[in-house]
Structure formats: C-alpha cells, structure tokens
C-alpha cells in the first residue's frame, strides 16, 4: 500500500486525525504539541499518527494536503488546518462549531476555559 492510500484511509477511517511530529502523548514539536494539548484538553477522541516515524507519510501528508507544515488536523475527511489555524478557530469557537456540524464529541465547559485563558 503506498502512503498516499495509507494517508486516505486513515483520513477516512477515522473522525478525527492529528498527523503530528510525536504521539499525542509525547509530542515532539511545539507546534503538535499545542494542537494535540487542545484535543487532549477538550477530551476529543483521535488518531495520532506520528510522521516522524516513516519519512513516506511524512511527505505524503504534505501531498496529500497540499499544506507545507505539519502538525495536519481532519475532521471526518476534511482538512482543517495546522498550528496557527486551529488555534485560531479554537479561540475564536470555530472549532467548536465543527465538532458540532461534525457530530464529534468534545467537552464545552474545557473549550471555554481555553477561550477565557486567553482572553
């Protein structure tokens, strides 16, 4: 299989899908690790694949996009965005309006403490 089919079927096999440099866990990039810290905060249940540990889905993600950086978020087959764009829609409650669009469950109340933290 090559990494391109690899790449979709984890896309769509998937609600959510955070292809990230570490594991959701131990991320190993300040970038994932802020988008995966989000997740993780507003208990969103997802896959982590971590690019470091195949060079072929490191590239092929950035294909697959057509998006230069990783970390890489999808939303039930949608690209969302990295670092900067998900942090944005979290402060912003765009995030949250996806989740809800998407049916993807996540925890409001810890949604709204990252808002008012940074406000």
Do not use: H
Request: glycine fraction near 10%; charge should be negative.
């Amino acid at each position: 299989m090559s990494a391109q089919d690899t790449i979709r079927q984890t896309v769509e096999g998937n609600d959510v899908v955070l292809f990230m440099k570490g594991t959701k866990t131990m991320p190993q990039c300040g970038f994932s690790s802020r988008v995966a810290g989000v997740l993780n905060f507003m208990g969103v249940d997802y896959a982590d694949v971590n690019v470091l540990a195949d060079p072929d889905i490191r590239q092929g993600i950035k294909d697959f996009s057509d998006w230069p950086t990783i970390p890489q978020l999808y939303v039930k087959g949608e690209f969302v965005g990295g670092c900067d764009i998900v942090t944005e829609m979290t402060l912003s409650g765009e995030l949250d309006a996806l989740f809800d669009a998407k049916g993807v469950t996540y925890d409001k109340d810890a949604a709204d403490k990252i808002r008012e933290a940074n406000a």
